[in-house]
C-alpha cells in the first residue's frame, strides 16, 4: 500500500513551457486534492475531484487544469508556465464519502520556473 | 482572507518540556480540527484531530484542547522529543465542505 505518489519530484521548467504532475492513489479514496505551498505560506488549494469525472476548482485554480478519468489518478496540468507558479505541489486523497475528513498526502513536487 | 491562523512562525523548547502550538480560527461553521505534521521534503502527515463536539482528544504525547467560544485550538506535546522538530499545521473543515483550510503553520524545533 503505498498510499499517494507524485511524480517527478522536482523539476525545472522555462517559462512559457508546459508539463503535467502525476498524483496517484491506491486507497480506493473517492476525493483527491491539489494543493501548492508557498515559501511561509500555509497550503492553498488549487483543485480537487469528489470522484471519477467530476472537478472543482479551490482558491487558486488559475493557471492550471485537471482531470480525474480513473479513480485512482488526479494529474495537474500547468499550461504555460510562469515565474508565480515557482511552489511546492501536493497531492492528496481523502475517504470523505465515509466521513473521513483528514487527508492522506504525497511527498510533493517541487517546481522552479525561471 | 486567511480563516485558519497560526501567529506563532516559530517556536523553540527543551528536550522533554512540554510544547504548545496555538491556531486560531474565524468560521465559525468549522466543526472538524486536524494538526499535520511535515518535515523538509516530505508530504505533511496526519498527527491528530479533533471534532466540535469534544474539547480535548489525547493520543500518546499528543493532546488536542478546542475552545469553541474563544475559536482557538492547541497542539500539546509532552514531553517534547527531537524527533517532534518539524513544522506543524492547523487545518479545519465543516460539514459539507469539500476541503480544508489550513494555517500557515509553526516550526518547532525541540533542543537535545
Known amino acids: 500500500n503505498a498510499g499517494v505518489t507524485q511524480t517527478p519530484k522536482f523539476r525545472i521548467l522555462k517559462i512559457g513551457q508546459s508539463m503535467t504532475l502525476q498524483c496517484t492513489q491506491d486507497m480506493n479514496h473517492n476525493y483527491m486534492y491539489w494543493y501548492r505551498q508557498d515559501p511561509g505560506m500555509g497550503l492553498k488549494l488549487i483543485y480537487y475531484?469528489?470522484?471519477?469525472?467530476?472537478?472543482d476548482k479551490g482558491e487558486v485554480p488559475n493557471g492550471y487544469n485537471v482531470s480525474r478519468s480513473t479513480t485512482e489518478d488526479f494529474p495537474l496540468r500547468l499550461e504555460l508556465a510562469a515565474p508565480s507558479q515557482t511552489s511546492v505541489y501536493f497531492c492528496a486523497s481523502s475517504d470523505l464519502l465515509a466521513g473521513g475528513y483528514t487527508q492522506y498526502f504525497g511527498p510533493g513536487t517541487r517546481l522552479t520556473v525561471l | 482572507d486567511q480563516q485558519v491562523k497560526q501567529n506563532s512562525p516559530s517556536l523553540s523548547v527543551q528536550e522533554g518540556r512540554i510544547s504548545i502550538l496555538n491556531c486560531d480560527y474565524t468560521?465559525?461553521?468549522?466543526?472538524?480540527f486536524l494538526w499535520y505534521k511535515k518535515y523538509p521534503a516530505e508530504g505533511p502527515t496526519f498527527l491528530i484531530s479533533?471534532?466540535?463536539?469534544?474539547d480535548k482528544n489525547e493520543d500518546g504525547r499528543f493532546t488536542v484542547f478546542l475552545n469553541k467560544s474563544a475559536k482557538h485550538l492547541s497542539l500539546h506535546i509532552v514531553p517534547s522529543q527531537p524527533g517532534d522538530s518539524a513544522v506543524y499545521f492547523c487545518a479545519a473543515s465543516s460539514a459539507g465542505a469539500n476541503n480544508l483550510f489550513f494555517g500557515t503553520g509553526t516550526r518547532l524545533t525541540v533542543i537535545p
Open positions: 468560521n465559525s461553521m468549522f466543526d472538524y
Open positions: 479533533i471534532s466540535s463536539i469534544k
Open positions: 475531484s469528489v470522484g471519477a469525472g467530476i472537478t
